[in-house]
């Protein structure tokens, strides 16, 4: 019976869900898009071609803070509601955060070394972006070290709300501490928008909602991979109670 209610849970889903394709072809359209766009922008006056990498780094940026803020969103819910689709889709944003900063810095680290002359150098934002890995590594760690999935979901969701705190330290970083980092390139506070040429500016609003896009894209996958790792693991452990249950018994008869 259980595993006839888990095929049930996976089967009605899949045969349901057409939005995920849809996230997807969208994300692939857009990326085209802002791919042939950006390439085709002149190179700047100052850094030359070396610009185009911003439309890469500053939309992958954008969407590690996404996914630290739905981590921390998703495990405020869970706690709210004990509902375990929200530890899933925590999980899931946190992982794609983790992902995405690694891809931040691997970019800004080739803009860097032909700009600043050196590939990482430990300035207030670059140095509180490497903390993110430490806080969410740390998340990935807990959630690997405790079994009881209960006490893991919750544990993690306290770690996720607390951990949002370091999107707006880091977004701020460059205006609170003095670095050699430029200020933001995408203003979400005042004046809303890009501060680069309009040249430059399309670009980088098709990229950006091309990764935005591609976070959710993403976030359902991640989520349905976590489903059935969940009732996977349910099943699991509802084997091995009645065994240990099974033995006790034994033991029992034999004594």
Known sequence: MAMMQAQAKLNVPAARDRLTPALGILTL????????????SPPDVNQGTLVRLLFIHVPAAWLSYLAYGG??????????????????LSLSSAEMG???????????????????GAYWVWEPRLTTTALSLVIYGGYLLVRSLIEEPERRARVAAVIGVVGTLYVPVNYMAVEWWRG???TQTLKLLGNIGFAASPAYGIALTVMTLAFT????????VRGKIALMQEL?????????????????????QRG
Do not use: C, N
């Not at 981590?71 to 899933?88: E, K």
């Open 180 to 182: 050699i980092h430029q």
């Open 98 to 116: 983790l992902m995405f900063t690694v891809a931040t810095i691997i970019v800004g680290m080739l803009w860097a070394k032909p700009t600043w």
């Open 232 to 252: 996977r693991e349910e099943r699991e452990f509802g084997m091995d109670i009645p065994t240990a249950q099974g033995s006790q018994q034994e033991g029992v």
């Open 213 to 220: 896009v591609l976070y959710f894209y993403l976030l359902r």
């Open 71 to 88: 981590t921390g969103l998703f495990g405020l819910l869970y706690l709210i509601t004990r509902q375990r689709r929200f530890d899933r």
């Open 29 to 40: 359209v857009l990326m085209l898009a802002g791919l042939y766009i950006g390439l085709s």
